[in-house]
T-cell receptor, first 118, second 119 residues
Framework: GAVVSQHPSRVICKSGTSVKIECRSL??????MFWYRQFPKQSLMLMAT?????????EQGVEKDKFLINHASLTLSTLTVTSAHPEDSSFYIC??????????????FGNGTRLTVT | DAKTTQPNSMESNEEEPVHLPCNHS???????IHWYRQLPSQGPEYVIH???SNVNNRMASLAIAEDRKSSTLILHRATLRDAAVYYC????????????????????FGQGTILTVHP
């Protein structure tokens, strides 16, 4: 149980285009989902917290107009990288906590999306 | 968030036990100790967590020092599939309850320990 699915797993896009990444909790509901970015040989860096039915909370230094987050239901959050540039190429990972569990319960992670901007 | 310190890398042989250390000298009384691991090209995977007492599950054991300033993740018999980056993370249970649904529950990742398992 507690599966988080990310789609697509890999995407290549041209500079200037936008890319949407989906994060779905398949067998549980999540009011909060987290979006991370990971560059090669580095750790995960939290970009933003996605809250169902309200605005996302962005970490310092992350441009909210560039990384649009929508959390329209208890099982789906999307991250759209707008006007992508080569420096946005990275591994994007989402995670979610099961709404029906305690506050300290583990987070469940998707398998990530490898974005390459050419 | 309180900080953790882990060795950059460790090596082990297959079927031998592995002890992965983590120092967290500034841990607060409400911080839980969480361990996650990340296999190559995958998202992180939950391993184990604890507060004060040692914990065991099917994946690993967590030994927590009496003063809670350090902990050790124990893999009892390493396999090649255990080769991953292991992250020790402190998670403040008070903020989890009080932050009212903005960023509560987030995990802040450090650099972790790269575990190499030799056949």
């Amino acid at each position: 149980g507690a599966v988080v699915s990310q789609h697509p797993s890999r995407v290549i896009c041209k500079s200037g285009t936008s890319v949407k990444i989906e994060c779905r909790s398949l067998d549980f509901q999540a009011t909060t989902m987290f979006w991370y970015r990971q560059f090669p040989k580095q750790s995960l860096m939290l970009m933003a917290t996605s809250n169902e039915g309200s605005k996302a909370t962005y970490e310092q230094g992350v441009e909210k107009d560039k990384f649009l987050i929508n959390h329209a239901s208890l099982t789906l959050s999307t991250l759209t990288v707008t006007s992508a540039h080569p420096e946005d190429s990275s591994f994007y990972i989402c995670s979610a906590r099961n709404l029906g569990t305690s506050y300290n319960s583990p987070l469940h992670f998707g398998n990530g999306t490898r974005l390459t901007v050419t | 968030d309180a900080k953790t310190t882990q060795p950059n890398s460790m090596e082990s042989n297959e079927e031998e036990p592995v002890h992965l250390p983590c120092n967290h000298s500034t841990i607060s009384g409400t911080d839980y100790i969480h361990w996650y691991r990340q296999l190559p090209s995958q998202g992180p995977e939950y391993v184990i967590h604890g507060l004060t007492s040692n914990v065991n599950n099917r994946m690993a054991s967590l030994a927590i020092a009496e003063d809670r300033k350090s902990s050790t993740l124990i893999l009892h018999r390493a396999t090649l599939r255990d080769a991953a980056v292991y992250y020790c993370i402190l998670r403040d249970s008070q903020n989890l309850k009080n932050a009212g649904g903005t960023s509560y529950g987030k995990l802040t990742f450090g650099q972790g320990t790269i575990l190499t398992v030799h056949p």
